[in-house]
T-cell receptor, first 115, second 113 residues
Framework: DTGVSQDPRHKITKRGQNVTFRCDPI?????LYWYRQTLGQGPEFLTY????????KSRLLSDRFSAERPKGSFSTLEIQRTEQGDSAMYLC?????????????FGNGTRLTVT | AQSVTQPDIHITVSEGASLELRCNYS??????LFWYVQSPGQGLQLLLK??????LVQGIKGFEAEFKRSQSSFNLRKPSVHWSDAAEYFC???????????FGGGTRLMVKP
């Protein structure tokens, strides 16, 4: 168990640019979640996958955001035409879906700064 | 809709003192409840979880939490705080263990020497 890995750790971009983040979940976990955390707040749910299927998306996930998990393993989160309000920590988590399930395990996040 | 309230934004305690962080939740069914801790610039680490059974659950680092259905609360406690406990603490509720979680706003704990 190597934990949930996120890349990059930090990203600084200019407003209007596109950015992409990657998340590698714990290998046997079939669920993968993206959360966003702004300064001084708790994480807010963005979207989640079960295997390669994107099962739920929050209203926070505007049309500029897209997430994929093409083979049910790693996932990418892309933000197009970034805005200053997108500055936040983007957290990825994974879990094992079952009757009781396993708790969410979080990565260390990608901190995005839009200038 | 589920929600979590952590009434205390900041708490300062002296090292060696006891600690209680409050968490109130709103959820229509039997909740799955969690406490996570986050150090600056890091992700969230699971401290403990409640699914069912004994309402007093033990976690890592000497933490425990008590589920009180009548009060819709899941408060986190530690008998003696260490300086390394300084961090942000989040309470969360979910439909089951591996499902989407709703988090509270967090409580930042500072420890005085």
């Amino acid at each position: 168990d190597t934990g949930v890995s996120q890349d990059p750790r930090h990203k600084i971009t200019k407003r209007g640019q596109n950015v992409t983040f990657r998340c590698d979940p714990i290998s046997e976990h079939n669920r993968l979640y993206w959360y966003r955390q702004t300064l001084g707040q708790g994480p807010e749910f963005l979207t989640y996958f079960q295997n390669e299927a994107q099962l739920e998306k929050s209203r926070l996930l505007s049309d500029r955001f897209s997430a994929e998990r093409p083979k049910g393993s790693f996932s990418t989160l892309e933000i197009q035409r970034t805005e200053q309000g997108d500055s936040a920590m983007y957290l990825c988590a994974s879990s094992l879906e079952s009757i009781r399930g396993s708790p969410l395990h979080f990565g260390n996040g990608t901190r995005l700064t839009v200038t | 809709a589920q929600s979590v309230t952590q009434p205390d934004i900041h708490i300062t305690v002296s090292e060696g003192a006891s600690l209680e962080l409050r968490c109130n939740y709103s959820y229509g069914a039997t909740p799955y409840l969690f406490w996570y801790v986050q150090s600056p610039g890091q992700g969230l680490q699971l401290l403990l979880k409640y699914f069912s059974g004994d309402t007093l659950v033990q976690g890592i680092k000497g933490f425990e939490a008590e589920f009180k259905r009548s009060q819709s609360s899941f408060n986190l406690r530690k008998p003696s705080v260490h300086w390394s406990d300084a961090a942000e603490y989040f309470c969360a509720v979910g439909a089951n263990a591996g499902n989407m979680l709703t988090f509270g706003g967090g409580t930042r704990l500072m420890v005085k020497p």
